[in-house]
T-cell receptor, first 113, second 114 residues
Framework: GDSVTQMEGPVTLSEEAFLTINCTYTATGYPSLFWYVQYPGEGLQLLLKATKADDKGSNKGFEATYRKETTSFHLEKGSVQVSDSAVYFCALSGQGGSEKLVFGKGTKLTVNP | DTAVSQTPKYLVTQMGNDKSIKCEQNLGHDTMYWYKQDSKKFLKIMFSYNNKELIINETVPNRFSPKSPDKAHLNLHINSLELGDSAVYFC?????????????FGEGSRLTVL
């Protein structure tokens, strides 16, 4: 079945450091790919998405590019802030749409001042 | 107004008890979900309803019974609670058929079984 693998955390960075969180997937067909973020004590929110190969999703300084050849969707940010401290989830949905999102295990990011 | 609201936010109960968690969304969405997040933050879908009809039912013990009285509400009832049921339960909603993949989550209900 479909699955998502993301790098184990936790990740601890200093403010203004460069962030990469790796995500690879296994799926039949051409899934849509997503990054969700969960701030402390809150539910998940969609951060960015890409629906086809070579698409780049971006939001709030975060970017991720849908790489079909490497089945990857790595999350990057050039300069992290303390407010980016959260848990980040990579996810995919099959061709059937959003009825079933498959999530990775989450990566906790802590940014220190 | 909170888009997806769940009650209660916190629930502490004894093993063997029966409890319910309620969820309501005011976004006009037609699909609602229950996800379970364990202590390691792993998030797994339990159920999905579309217009009050069950469309996804993962391998969840039948002690868990979802009920959707209308498309804006999806409640979760759990019988004979066990220690392993301790988790955060998230309700979510979406618009079906648009393939946006955007789910709107509630803030979660933390269940602790003693």
């Amino acid at each position: 079945g479909d699955s998502v693998t993301q790098m184990e955390g936790p990740v601890t960075l200093s403010e203004e450091a460069f962030l990469t969180i790796n995500c690879t997937y296994t799926a039949t067909g051409y899934p849509s790919l997503f990054w969700y973020v969960q701030y402390p004590g809150e539910g998940l929110q969609l951060l960015l998405k890409a629906t086809k190969a070579d698409d780049k999703g971006s939001n709030k300084g975060f970017e991720a590019t849908y790489r079909k050849e490497t089945t990857s969707f790595h999350l990057e940010k050039g300069s992290v802030q303390v407010s980016d401290s959260a848990v980040y989830f990579c996810a995919l949905s099959g061709q059937g749409g959003s009825e079933k999102l498959v999530f990775g295990k989450g990566t906790k990011l802590t940014v220190n001042p | 107004d909170t888009a997806v609201s769940q009650t209660p936010k916190y629930l502490v109960t004894q093993m063997g008890n029966d409890k319910s968690i309620k969820c309501e969304q005011n976004l006009g969405h037609d699909t609602m979900y229950w996800y379970k997040q364990d202590s390691k933050k792993f998030l797994k879908i339990m159920f999905s309803y579309n217009n009050k009809e069950l469309i996804i039912n993962e391998t969840v013990p039948n002690r868990f019974s979802p009920k959707s009285p209308d498309k804006a509400h999806l409640n979760l009832h759990i019988n004979s609670l066990e220690l392993g049921d301790s988790a955060v339960y998230f309700c979510a909603s979406s618009i079906s058929g648009t393939n946006t993949g955007e789910l709107f989550f509630g803030e979660g209900s933390r269940l602790t079984v003693l």
